[in-house]
């Protein structure tokens, strides 16, 4: 009896040490972050969301006759940035800068929607 009670505690302390890191919420949307700028112009692009810096771009994405927008879920370091949140509205701010001296900035509102993946490309007129 004591050999049972023993294996079955142990069977209960693995399964409720599991990381719970793990468990996502099933109400996550995906947002991909990226821009077009020129190389040349930019050496850096944070980005904010809700006020927060929540990563940066330092080179753009260069789109080919088979991939014109960056594919969902597959954040590039540098270059495209993967944001995953509860769903909602949150402010987008980000701000471009070369040598230390801003470039240009964006700010918008995104729209997070449940098992979605979007995409906000940062471009400039100029």
């Keep these: 009896m004591k050999k049972i009670a023993l294996i079955l505690?142990?069977?209960l302390a693995v399964v409720s040490c599991?990381?719970?890191e793990?468990?996502?919420p099933a109400n996550l949307g995906t947002y991909l972050v990226y821009t077009s700028l020129n190389g040349a112009k930019f050496d850096?692009?944070?980005v904010k969301l809700n006020g927060k810096?929540?990563?940066t771009l330092n080179r753009?994405?260069?789109?080919t006759t088979q991939q014109s927008v960056p594919p969902c879920g597959s954040e590039t370091p540098g270059v495209v940035?993967?944001?995953e949140r509860?769903?909602?509205s949150y402010s987008l701010d980000a701000v471009a800068t070369l040598k230390g001296q801003l470039v240009t900035q964006w700010s918008s509102s995104v729209r997070f929607e449940a098992g979605e993946c979007k995409r906000t490309r940062l471009t400039s007129d100029k």
């Excluded at 753009?60 to 789109?63: M, R």
């Design 9 to 11: 505690f142990s069977f």
């Design 18 to 20: 599991k990381d719970k």
């Design 44 to 46: 850096q692009v944070e």
């Design 60 to 63: 753009p994405f260069l789109s």
């Design 86 to 88: 509860p769903e909602g």
């Design 22 to 24: 793990e468990v996502k």
């Design 53 to 55: 810096v929540v990563g």
């Design 81 to 83: 940035l993967q944001l």
